[in-house]
């Protein structure tokens, strides 16, 4: 955390450069020095598992663009000449492709894990508001580059998504055109979205350095959701404690990435994105990666165009405004038992939109979507609000040391 | 603290075991599979919507160590050749590519000479003028038509799609919770294109198909087809029994044509499957290593924390 450092340099050479640049220090103090709470479960290990994942999806985005062209009379040739002909270059694009969903389900988790134990809360408003900025740039990236294939699904999915830009009342066709670059997805769209695809992701990056350096100075959130009062019993040195944990966590969740990327590289696709993009051809059911489902079932929920719209951007603007609509005083899901089953509602209520986003929205599908985006918005708007008012919370422990001698004695109760 | 390292090495146990296991767990899918899949297809009445799935055939080239077989591509090859080239173009396919590891795999001199049977066009650099000469095993597999415009006057207005990537551009829906099931190891199921190619060559009827609307009619050059979306295709049936010789003993029905040929566009589709899955298998296995030396050096250093 903030304060002067521990570092102390080793050698002549890190003592030179620590006088004129105090990087090595800075490092240590983040790295290794750094007090993390000693109750972490591994649910905590998903914020190295993302930055794991967005620098494996800038290494192998960066050798693919070694061999894509973005013209749309190439474009879907030249993924097949990488699929094909390039040295390993099935091995790339399919680690890329498989690697934003395997991004997007743990930045899902890691969402989640904020959620179940408050992490938004006072004082990491900030650093929840970053991460949600992470995740609007990483949903506008992983959009463009499911373009860039320039598939069916590529096309059809940028014309419906960019369309959307239209239901803005007096300026919609204008931004669309200008979004276009033309009257309709064409050549400029595909080369702009390449142009942005590479750019967003160094966006991103430098996002998620802001939201580190948030997170350092507030300190981690935990399981007890009790902030670190005592350094010496509360907490462990980052390393090798939390790098050893993370590391693991890490492989493991890279044992899962290997199995998509290997064993069933096209399951989360869509077979529709290995016709190439005919514009005169509309595809029967045009639907979007897994990943924006529940969002894509909001915005066919509502009967109208600018209605939906509203209203898709909004499930995810809610979450800016998260830290000051939850009104309890307590942070984790363990000590409070209402929210506990709201949070878990709330998660099949999401689970069960992103069903519906794949379905095509007939008869009793449509109903069930609105139902279930309604209460997408009466979770944030109207039951965190009340339940923080109402609900009768356990008592919170006073320390992270209690909480984790609380939990051994429990445990030691259950084996007995 | 012990039931959490408790779990965790559940969990790596149970990813070692479901790799271990998934070479017999999937014989015992594909057992269970063509049940599963009559169970999972209603049979509508007369509703033109729910159509039987196709049959879930026995791939070599499925499952974790899958591999092609090389004599079925070879079989396959020669039904493409003799019969689907006639109409479908094959763009991304190099005579080369006949030659190379993990396709049929002919000798490079028979790729040559096969090659030299074809004719390309080509802007010459003497004369300037675009002139033909014999293809050459870097050339790519020449189109029967021109363009569009022409395969769709010589085909009574349909267009053959380009069969490069024909076996994963074309799929079929599974309901929930089927579709789950696909994704996982043992269970994992990825051949739903190949499986719906061969079940299009089968499907052929005289009959109308059970599922089709009562008023539907057929126009000019289409046929029934009991799998194709909508019950009918453009496509006139293109396989008899014994239209295409096979020298090896394997039998000359439609059948058989209809597996390879699926086979073959597989291979077209995914010619790097077998180094896919080799590689696949190797990086499971050293994370998998990794994994437990991580555990147990985490294990190790987190030994004097309670937490």
Known sequence: MSGPSTYVPKNAAARWLEQRLPILGFAHDSFVAYPTPKNLNYWWTFGAILSFMLVAQIVTGVVLAMHYTANTNLAFNSVEHIMRDVNWGWMIRYLHANGASMFFLAVYIHIARGLYYGSYKAPREVLWILGVVIFLLMMATAFMGYVLPWGQMSFWGATVITNLFSAIPLVGDAITTWLWGGYSVDNPTLNRFFSLHYLLPFMIAAVVGLHVWALHVVGQNNPAGVDIKDVAKDSVPFTPHATMKDALGISVFLMLFAWFAFFVPNYLGHSDNYIEANPLVTPPHIVPEWYFLPFYAILRAIPSKLGGVIFMFGSIAVLFVLPWLDTSRVRSATYRPLYKIFFWLFILCVICLGWLGSQPPEGGAVLAARILTAYYFIHFLVIMPLLGLFETTKPVPASIADAVLAKQAGQAGAAH | ?307
């Not at chain 2, 799935?53 to 003799?82: C, I, K, M, T």
Request: glycine share 8%; charged share 25%; with cysteine.
């Open chain 2, 1 to 307: 603290m012990m039931k959490r390292s408790l779990s965790l090495g559940l969990i790596v146990a149970g990813l070692a075991g479901a790799l271990t296991v998934s070479a017999m767990a999937e014989d015992a899918a594909k057992a269970a599979a063509p049940a599963a899949h009559e169970a999972a297809a209603p049979a509508e009445e007369g509703g033109g919507h729910s159509q039987p799935q196709p049959p879930r055939n026995d791939w070599s080239f499925a499952g974790v160590f899958g591999h092609y077989d090389q004599a079925q591509l070879q079989r396959g090859f020669r039904v493409f050749r003799e019969v689907c080239s006639n109409c479908h173009s094959a763009n991304l396919l190099a005579f080369r590519n006949l030659s190379e590891p993990g396709g049929p795999e002919f000798s490079e001199a028979q790729v040559k000479a096969l090659a030299a049977e074809y004719k390309v066009k080509e802007l010459s650099d003497k004369t300037g003028d675009i002139e033909e000469r014999p293809a050459r095993p870097s050339d790519h597999w020449p189109a029967p038509f021109a363009n569009e415009i022409k395969a769709r006057e010589a085909n009574g207005g349909a267009l053959p799609p380009d069969m490069s990537v024909l076996a994963k551009a074309r799929s079929f829906h599974k309901p929930f919770p089927f579709f789950i099931f696909d994704a996982l190891p043992g269970l994992s199921y990825q051949e739903h294109g190949v499986d719906y190619i061969t079940a299009i060559m089968n499907g052929y009827r005289d009959e109308k198909p059970h599922g089709a609307k009562a008023d539907d009619t057929l126009a000019a050059g289409q046929s029934w087809n009991e799998y194709m979306p909508g019950y009918k295709i453009g496509m006139p049936k293109p396989l008899s029994d014994g239209a295409v010789d096979y020298t090896d003993g394997t039998p000359k029905t439609v059948d058989q044509y209809a597996k390879d040929v699926s086979a073959f566009l597989m291979w077209t589709a995914e010619p790097k499957l077998e180094q896919r899955k080799k590689t696949g298998m190797r990086a499971l296995i050293f994370l998998l290593v990794l994994s437990g030396l991580l555990y147990a050096t985490k294990k190790r250093i987190w030994s004097n924390v309670p937490h």
